[in-house]
Structures are given as structure tokens and as C-alpha cells.
């Protein structure tokens, strides 16, 4: 660090080897030198001499100033100002902070090399969840406090890999799909992806955490019977959700009641879980490897060498809201699914209620309804929405 010096401690020559500083303008030194001109200065014309013949002084000075301004330039101009009489001290480069946007950036496309990058961001909690493919914890952001969702899946030899554009590494399933979900617009109903890391034995996503919430397949066992409108009101989020992986291009094909997260305090769902899902295909999937919840299983994978994805979710949203009004499941075990009748459990069910099931669940994929077809049936779109607070439900939210 260089240390300041007031301009009045400097001698004459110093004082004239610095620049000036911003702002300040320039004094050329007094000369009182008479010597020869030296090389490369310039001499003076004729015209600029005395009618004695010999040059006034101030035109000698003159001259050596430019000599002096010439030299100045050309020591400045290759070794810069390096003198000891600089005013200013030296300033370190200029490190912007990190950046703290909540959400990363939707291109994201590197991994985590390790766990220590992780740990510097985020604090695990509690266990809320396991299954077959990771645990779930709650976790905070370090820098604000953040609530999310943290969840670990170990690397094993099952573990499915997906290419999706901008990606040219495979990734695995659940992270591939997830950046899938985030392009614009989002879906206010499917769970969003914050940050993800790979470490040597697993994969570590972080995802948002909504709160006060829970499965919606332990607020169905809660509630027993829901009523119409509060079912109604909860399915036409999980058919929004559903519709809008598919415009992603995302075949979730786990779609269930322990699926959807629900926010107690406003009956708001999330779909979570993309572990079992697929890249959209038009030409179907093979009926040998479907990896969904047996329950919810259409029978054409029992029956057909092949399933479709919307078939298969329209089928899987008709268990839904059998399970939703009725406070059990349609179908036992694989010959109920492929050759058993829909018997309904809630005789106060309405004509319309019973007929949205009745078209989801019918056995040919073919006859089923499209989601969009669906959002149009008389009973989703029933305007007399009371609220779900005076429908009669006991919630015990």
C-alpha cells in the first residue's frame, strides 16, 4: 500500500514527473535553462526569430517545455507512472457479492461436484418422507432462512438417466424432469426444484417447501368422506398439474394421493415425486416396465403389450376422486382392475360427480376422456363453488 504524501513534501522534478490527478490541472515547471536544443526537439523556423537573428528567451522555453512534454509522453507511455508521489492509493479489483437469488437460474446445467458446496448452503432437518428411491428431509438456507425440502437419492445400478435439450450430459431422472417443469410459465401446482448436487454415492435436490402442508392421501384418511366441493376444488388443481407436464412434455405416470402435497391452510395441491417419470412419447411405453403405483395402474398395462401417457394419467385422476368421495379405492389387486365394475361406496355422490369417474375409469384407453375434456365436464366446471369452509367437512386443519 502505498502511503499519501502532501504535493508541498515533493521537489520539482517529482512534481513534474506525476500526472495529474483527476480533476486537477496541469503546471508546467518554471525552466530557466539555456542549453542546446536536443535531439528531437524542434527547432525554431525562421519565422519565429527575432529580427536580431537570436531567439527571445521565452521562445527558448518554449521549446524545451515541448522537448520535456515529448519526453514525459514516451517514459509514460512505456513504463508508466511509477513514482512515489502519487496521491492515491492502491485500490483492490473490484468482487461483486455472490449471488443470493432464491432460485437459481433456469439454465442451470453443472453438477455439484462434491458435499461441500452443499453444506456451505444449506442445514438438514428432520426426516419427513422415505421410499424406494431417497429419503426427505426439511432443510433452511443458510442466508435467509429459507425453508425447503431436501431429498437424497442414492446412486444404485437402478437409477434411470434422461438427455433433455441443453443438457448434453444424461441426467438423472427425477433432476431431468424437474428442469423440465421449470421453463416459463410455471405451474403453481407442481413442485419446483431449487438446486440439485451430485456427490460419489447420491444425488441431493433441493425444492421448495410449502408450509403448513401435508399428503393429500393423509388428508383424504383424515376427512373420511370429502365433500363434492372440496374434492372438486382439489381435483381440478391435480388435473391442471398433470395437463401441464404433458405441454412440458413430462409423463409423470405416479400420479396418486401421496403425490400431491396439500397446504392445509387454503387447499392449494403440489404434485411432487417425478422419480417414475418419462419423456412424452407418442408411441407409448412398454406395458412389461410400468413403474407407477399398482393401484392406480390402468388395465391396459395388464392387457396391451403397450400404455399411453394421458390414458394412463386420465385413468389414475379417476381413482383420485373415487378415493376422494368415496374414502376407499375402486379396484383390489389386478383381475378387479381388468375385469371388475366401479361400485360407488358415497350413495349421496351427484349424478355428475358419478359420471366424471365412471368416464375416467373405463377400461378402453380409447373411450376415456382427454384432460382437456375433462376441465370441460359440467361437474369441474359447476360455478356454485361455496366455500370449502361452510361445506359441512370436518377438516381438523
Request: aromatic letters at 8%.
Amino acid at each position: 500500500m502505498r502511503k499519501w504524501q502532501s504535493r508541498s513534501q515533493l521537489s520539482p522534478d517529482d512534481e513534474f514527473m506525476c500526472p495529474p490527478l483527476p480533476g486537477q490541472v496541469p503546471v508546467e515547471p518554471t525552466v530557466t535553462s539555456t542549453g542546446p536544443t536536443a535531439q528531437g526537439a524542434v527547432e525554431a523556423s525562421p519565422a519565429n526569430r527575432s529580427s536580431t537573428g537570436k531567439p527571445t528567451l521565452c521562445r527558448k522555453r518554449k521549446g524545451i517545455r515541448g522537448f520535456l512534454r515529448r519526453v514525459w509522453k514516451a517514459m509514460r507511455h512505456r513504463f508508466g507512472c511509477c513514482c512515489h508521489c502519487s496521491a492515491v492509493d492502491d485500490v483492490e479489483p473490484f468482487a461483486p457479492p455472490a449471488d443470493l437469488d432464491p432460485e437459481p437460474d433456469p439454465d442451470h446445467s453443472a453438477v455439484k461436484p462434491n458435499n461441500e458446496s452443499f453444506e456451505s448452503l444449506f442445514n438438514i432437518g428432520e426426516m419427513i418422507g422415505s421410499g424406494g428411491f431417497g429419503r426427505v428431509f426439511k432443510g433452511t438456507r443458510k442466508f435467509d432462512g429459507k425453508k425447503v425440502a431436501i431429498k437424497e437419492i442414492n446412486k444404485i445400478d437402478n437409477n434411470r438417466y434422461l438427455v433433455i435439450p441443453g443438457h448434453p450430459e444424461p441426467l438423472v431422472t427425477e433432476v431431468a424432469l424437474l428442469l423440465l417443469m421449470r421453463q416459463e410459465p410455471r405451474s403453481p401446482y407442481i413442485i419446483q426444484l431449487y438446486e440439485w448436487f451430485e456427490h460419489p454415492e447420491k444425488f441431493t435436490l433441493v425444492m421448495e417447501y410449502p408450509e403448513p402442508c401435508e399428503s393429500l392421501l393423509d388428508f383424504i384418511r383424515r376427512n373420511s368422506t370429502l365433500h363434492e366441493t372440496t374434492a372438486r376444488i382439489i381435483m381440478r388443481q391435480a388435473v391442471l398439474a398433470v395437463q401441464h407436464c404433458i405441454e412440458r412434455g413430462v409423463f409423470h405416470n405416479d400420479v396418486h394421493a401421496d403425490n400431491f402435497l396439500l397446504m392445509k391452510n387454503k387447499l392449494e395441491v403440489k404434485l411432487i415425486d417425478f422419480g417414475c417419470g418419462q419423456l412424452l412419447s407418442s408411441d407409448g411405453y412398454d406395458s412389461s416396465i410400468y413403474l407407477g403405483l399398482p393401484d392406480s395402474c390402468p388395465p391396459e398395462a395388464y392387457t396391451r403389450p403397450r400404455f399411453h401417457a394421458i390414458p394412463t394419467n386420465v385413468w389414475s385422476l379417476g381413482v383420485l376422486l373415487y378415493e376422494m368421495v368415496n374414502a376407499c379405492s375402486p379396484f383390489f389387486g389386478r383381475t378387479d382392475i381388468t375385469e371388475g365394475e366401479v361400485i360407488f361406496e358415497n350413495s349421496n355422490l351427484s349424478k355428475e360427480c358419478r359420471d366424471l369417474i365412471l368416464q375416467c375409469l373405463t377400461k378402453d384407453p380409447n373411450k376415456r376422456p382427454t384432460l382437456e375434456q375433462m376441465l370441460q365436464h359440467e361437474w369441474i366446471r359447476n360455478d356454485l363453488l361455496v366455500d370449502w369452509r361452510s361445506s359441512g367437512d370436518s377438516l381438523a386443519l
